[in-house]
Nanobody, 126 residues
Framework: VQLQACGGGLVQAGGFLRLSCVASGRIFSNNGMGWFRQAPGKEREFVAGVDWSGSNANHADPVKGRFTISRDNGRVAKNTLYLQMNSLKSEDTAVYYC?????????????????WGQGTQVTVSS
């Protein structure tokens, strides 16, 4: 399984971005997926997770109400995970990683994830 994240960039505070993560391989549609981020000098932190079907999701408190995770299991866009990020703040600046979980449910901690993408940089200027 390979995960390829894209969509990062430089945006002003208050702006928006949509991250995408395309998964190749058989695992995507049967597994929970998630987004994590890591800012300079900080540990990687959970941002959002979604279950295998896309029906259940969990968003970390700092992003709740601003970010939305979703997925397309091949209906329109092939095996793609999304993170819609609105009302961006300078503290959202980080490298964002998509990941595939070991199980089918929503996973919120890093050790529950077995596959990681390469990361995409998001920079929010104030």
């Amino acid at each position: 399984v390979q995960l390829q994240a894209c969509g990062g960039g430089l945006v002003q505070a208050g702006g928006f971005l949509r991250l995408s993560c395309v998964a190749s391989g058989r695992i995507f549609s049967n597994n929970g997926m998630g987004w994590f981020r890591q800012a300079p000098g900080k540990e990687r932190e959970f941002v959002a997770g979604v279950d295998w079907s896309g029906s259940n999701a969990n968003h970390a408190d700092p992003v709740k109400g601003r970010f939305t995770i979703s997925r397309d299991n091949g209906r329109v866009a092939k095996n793609t995970l999304y993170l819609q990020m609105n009302s961006l703040k300078s503290e959202d600046t980080a490298v964002y990683y998509c990941a595939a979980a070991r199980g089918a449910r929503v996973a919120t901690i890093a050790r529950e994830y077995t596959r990681w993408g390469q990361g995409t940089q998001v920079t929010v200027s104030s």
